[in-house]
């Protein structure tokens, strides 16, 4: 276990007052304290714990897989995608049919052949379709699948879950909770210290993915860091909740994710609501809709997305919520020493 960290100035000024003193404290210098705190959160929590790690070493994992693909020769287009139907790519599949057409048929065979290749050809033929269902195939496996399911929900849960478990064990969080700032104070103070962490950290996720994507990564990054950003907000939010709730948030936090998140998310009926994940899916939904003006967005696999509006409206309200719970709850918290 770590040392304790050095205290802010602006919280050892007031270090010694007794409890008694507290109500002489001005507020200028409470919200010095709290702007020191927010400081100081910010400071310390540029080390990396261990759940950072991991999910470190999922993401080399994860863009590792991507980059194999995309410069592997396999690539994300619609010619190099095996069909179990022909048992073979589309690209030879269409080399199979140019020799067809070599075999001569009488003029009824050759106009029902004309008749049913004629849209396959057309497809294959327009370069527009093409570029919508690569961007699409990618943003189903690599954003909806990669970074929506690991790489968002992890890094925000490293970061977030630490910013009052660090506190617990450094021993300081007793500490904190006896300076004569309100405890809902240090509260949003760890919170706002260790965000940009957070979604420095998921936003960072989305670009090793995208440039791992070559081209088409980086145009998934330009058109979906928007609704990442939104949703690394919300999740820190849940997950700074956790860490002032559970003694062990990353556990806590992958219970959540893997039994709830996961699995809710992609459920029909109502009660995927309840998950911030269909929230953010369906914000990646509707900004891959706007791009796209030939393929089908029904690939994507989003059952039932909810409007822009309603995303956007609900997982503000969420994350104002639930830094209002935390602020009540840990401000009501009795401090005690920890294991």
């Not at 029909?268 to 030939?294: C, E, I, M, W």
Request: charged share 15%.
């Amino acid at each position: 276990m770590s040392a304790s960290p050095t205290r802010p100035a602006a919280l050892a000024d007031v270090s010694e007052m007794e409890p008694t003193d507290w109500n002489r404290v001005s507020t200028g210098s409470r919200l010095r304290a709290f702007l020191a705190l927010v400081r100081f959160s910010f400071v310390r929590m540029w080390h990396i714990r261990q759940m950072g790690w991991v999910a470190v070493g999922l993401l080399v994992l994860l863009g590792s897989t991507v980059a194999v693909v995309t410069y592997g020769g396999i690539g994300w287009g619609l010619p190099q995608r095996y069909s179990f139907r022909f048992r073979t790519t589309f690209h030879d599949y269409q080399q199979r049919l140019d020799l067809l057409q070599m075999v001569p048929l009488s003029p009824e065979a050759m106009a029902i052949e004309v008749a049913v290749l004629a849209p396959y050809r057309a497809v294959m033929a327009d370069p527009i379709f093409l570029q919508d269902w690569s961007f699409l195939f990618f943003s189903r496996w690599v954003i909806f699948g990669m970074y929506l399911s690991f790489v968002l929900p992890l890094f925000t849960l490293a970061f977030a879950s630490g910013a009052i478990g660090a506190e617990r064990e450094s021993r300081t969080l007793i500490w904190l909770l006896t300076r004569p700032i309100p405890r809902s104070w240090v509260y949003f103070a760890k919170l706002l210290g260790v965000l940009p962490w957070s979604v420095l950290a998921a936003l960072g996720g989305l670009l090793v993915l995208g440039l791992a994507g070559g081209p088409l990564g980086m145009r998934a990054v330009s058109i979906y860091w928007p609704t990442a950003l939104l949703g690394s907000v919300a999740f820190s939010c849940l997950f700074h909740l956790f860490g002032s709730l559970f003694r062990r948030p990353t556990v806590v936090g992958l219970v959540y994710l893997f039994f709830f998140e996961t699995l809710v998310a992609n459920l029909p009926g109502s009660l995927k609501q309840l998950s911030l994940n269909y929230y953010v899916r369906s914000l990646f939904y509707h900004d891959a809709v706007t791009v796209v003006s030939s393929a089908v967005p029904a690939n994507l696999d989003v059952y039932d997305p909810a409007t822009p509006t309603t995303a956007i409206t609900v997982l503000l309200i969420v994350s104002t919520a639930l830094t209002a719970l935390g602020m009540v709850l840990f401000a009501r918290a009795e401090p005690a020493e920890e294991e």
